[in-house]
Each structure stands twice: as structure tokens, then as C-alpha cells.
């Protein structure tokens, strides 16, 4: 296998500065729990108080988020909703896949998935039906997780061209609560790449199972799988490979619809 990354944008020559802050601002706001003050995301993204709160002013007038005046603190405006709902409702992506989770989720009781990977060496969320019964297992839209980790991974590592050894560095960069060996890990992948489909029983998380299938996409799209998510003890054999088959043959027919072309 010759050595590559994950597919990434090309290069800016010069990033324009105040939009790499203002985004790391919004990033850092969408993961915190909690609104913050300007001191704090100052510190923790190494910026200058006086051009923190710049950009936080700016992205409020923006509605991009909303500052606390009784508290001096700040959270992520209702704006940043309006603009990932219009990218959702105009996806070929989220179009061609919604009917398919559906009809999965319906028919095992597991939460189902629609993943994209996101330039940055993670796969996200982009769209998701829920089991009917009350798993525990959180999972949104926009949820993200590492590339290479879980079902998902091993057809993220089946579908690109890395060296052993590149993939042995970025495996062990990855976080599971119960971690394979490495040339298990190794052996999954090939069976991934053929037979269309990944399994990850309690590696990731413990108790739970994942299946993964990939969706052809052309070499210059990202790399987007659909995945199921449910309770180890769920599922028994049988039930497992009739999911891998229902999973491998909606990516089959994914991969063929004409509204991705529109992504």
C-alpha cells in the first residue's frame, strides 16, 4: 500500500487569519457544555483577550452566538442552527439516505447513521434514525468521532491506499474502552474491503455493537459508510448478518442514486 493521508482541501497559501479564529471560537462554543467568558476562550484558544472579544461581538451581530449580559458569557446563537438545517434540507446525501435509515431502524430497533468524514480525520453524524426502545446510547447529528475508530474506520482504512505503517501510527492514536491488537485489527480491515461490510462488537464501547457498510463515492468525495448502532446482547448471530446484508445492500444503492451528485 503507498504511503497517503486522508483526503484534506488543498493548502491556503494564507489562511486569512480572523476567519481560522472566529471558527475555532465557534468550535470551541459547540463543544462546551456551558456559555463562557471571554477570558476563558481567550486562554483556551491562546488569543488575545481585546481580539477574542472582537470576534465574539462580530459573530453576535451575526447571530452566530449570543452574549449573556447578566452573567458576561457567551453560547452559540440560534444562527448557527438556520445554516446547518438549509445545508441538511438541501443534501443529495441526507435526501438519497433518510428512506433507508428508516426502514433499518424500523426493522432491527437500532439507531442508524448516515456518516461523512469531515476533511479533519473525523467522521460526523449527518443524519440519524433512532431505535424505537430507549437505548443509551447517545448519538446526534453532528456528533463526531476519530476516522479510523469503530465499524465505521475499518472501512474508512479498507477504502484508502495507507502503508502498515501509517496505519499503525494513526491506530495508535485512537481511543477504545476495549482496544483490539493491532493485526486483528488489520484482518477486520481486509474484510471490510471484501465483503462490504465492518463490525465492531464491543471495541469501541463496551456492550455495544456496531456494523458499518461504505458508500462508493468518487476518489475526490469524502468518504461517507452508514452504520447501526445497538446493544451487543440485541443482536444474535443470525440478526447480525441479516443487518450487515440490509446495510450493504442500502449503501449498494446509495452509491447509485443520482441526487449525490448534487452534494
Same mark, same amino acid.
Given at each position: 500500500?503507498?504511503?497517503?493521508?486522508?483526503?484534506?482541501?488543498?493548502?491556503?497559501?494564507?489562511?486569512?487569519?480572523?476567519?481560522?479564529?472566529?471558527?475555532?471560537?465557534?468550535?470551541? /462554543?459547540? %463543544? @462546551? !457544555?456551558?456559555?463562557?467568558? $471571554?477570558?476563558?476562550?481567550?486562554? +483556551?484558544?491562546?488569543?488575545?483577550?481585546?481580539? &477574542?472579544?472582537?470576534?465574539?461581538?462580530?459573530?453576535?451581530?451575526?447571530?452566530?452566538?449570543?452574549?449573556?449580559?447578566?452573567?458576561?458569557?457567551?453560547?452559540?446563537?440560534?444562527?448557527?442552527?438556520?445554516?446547518?438545517?438549509?445545508? /441538511?434540507? %438541501? @443534501? !443529495?446525501?441526507?435526501?438519497? $439516505?433518510?428512506?433507508?435509515?428508516? +426502514?433499518?431502524?424500523?426493522?432491527?430497533?437500532? &439507531?442508524?447513521?448516515?456518516?461523512?468524514?469531515?476533511?479533519?480525520?473525523?467522521?460526523?453524524?449527518?443524519?440519524?434514525?433512532?431505535?424505537?426502545?430507549?437505548?443509551?446510547?447517545?448519538?446526534?447529528?453532528?456528533?463526531?468521532?476519530?476516522?479510523?475508530? @469503530?465499524?465505521?474506520?475499518?472501512? $474508512?482504512?479498507?477504502?484508502?491506499?495507507?502503508?502498515?505503517?501509517?496505519?499503525?501510527?494513526?491506530?495508535?492514536?485512537?481511543?477504545?474502552?476495549?482496544?483490539?491488537?493491532?493485526?486483528?485489527?488489520?484482518?477486520?480491515?481486509?474484510?471490510?474491503?471484501?465483503?462490504?461490510?465492518?463490525?465492531?462488537?464491543?471495541?469501541?464501547?463496551?456492550?455495544?455493537?456496531?456494523?458499518?457498510?461504505?458508500?462508493?463515492?468518487?476518489?475526490?468525495?469524502?468518504?461517507?459508510?452508514?452504520?447501526?448502532?445497538?446493544?451487543?446482547?440485541?443482536?444474535?448471530?443470525?440478526?447480525?448478518?441479516?443487518?450487515?446484508?440490509?446495510?450493504?445492500?442500502?449503501?449498494?444503492?446509495?452509491?447509485?442514486?443520482?441526487?449525490?451528485?448534487?452534494?
Amino acid at each position: 500500500m503507498a504511503e497517503t493521508t486522508l483526503p484534506h482541501p488543498a493548502p491556503l497559501a494564507k489562511p486569512v487569519t480572523a476567519v481560522s479564529r472566529a471558527a475555532a471560537i465557534l468550535r470551541y /462554543l459547540g %463543544r @462546551s !457544555g456551558a456559555p463562557i467568558g $471571554v477570558n476563558r476562550i481567550a486562554r +483556551d484558544l491562546d488569543l488575545v483577550p481585546s481580539t &477574542a472579544l472582537h470576534i465574539l461581538r462580530t459573530l453576535a451581530h451575526e447571530d452566530l452566538v449570543v452574549f449573556d449580559a447578566a452573567s458576561k458569557r457567551y453560547h452559540l446563537g440560534t444562527g448557527i442552527l438556520g445554516i446547518a438545517r438549509d445545508m /441538511l434540507q %438541501r @443534501s !443529495g446525501y441526507v435526501q438519497a $439516505v433518510q428512506g433507508e435509515l428508516d +426502514d433499518i431502524a424500523a426493522a432491527f430497533d437500532v &439507531a442508524v447513521m448516515a456518516v461523512e468524514l469531515d476533511g479533519r480525520d473525523h467522521m460526523v453524524v449527518v443524519h440519524l434514525a433512532r431505535a424505537r426502545s430507549d437505548l443509551s446510547i447517545q448519538v446526534n447529528i453532528g456528533s463526531r468521532f476519530p476516522a479510523l475508530i @469503530s465499524a465505521t474506520g475499518r472501512c $474508512v482504512a479498507a477504502q484508502g491506499d495507507w502503508s502498515r505503517a501509517e496505519l499503525a501510527r494513526r491506530f495508535r492514536r485512537l481511543h477504545w474502552q476495549n482496544p483490539p491488537e493491532f493485526e486483528t485489527w488489520l484482518a477486520e480491515v481486509a474484510a471490510a474491503g471484501r465483503d462490504g461490510y465492518a463490525v465492531d462488537d464491543g471495541n469501541y464501547i463496551r456492550g455495544v455493537i456496531v456494523l458499518a457498510a461504505p458508500i462508493e463515492v468518487p476518489a475526490w468525495r469524502p468518504s461517507r459508510s452508514l452504520a447501526a448502532v445497538g446493544l451487543a446482547g440485541q443482536l444474535d448471530a443470525g440478526q447480525r448478518r441479516r443487518l450487515a446484508d440490509r446495510l450493504r445492500a442500502a449503501a449498494a444503492r446509495i452509491s447509485r442514486d443520482p441526487a449525490l451528485d448534487d452534494t
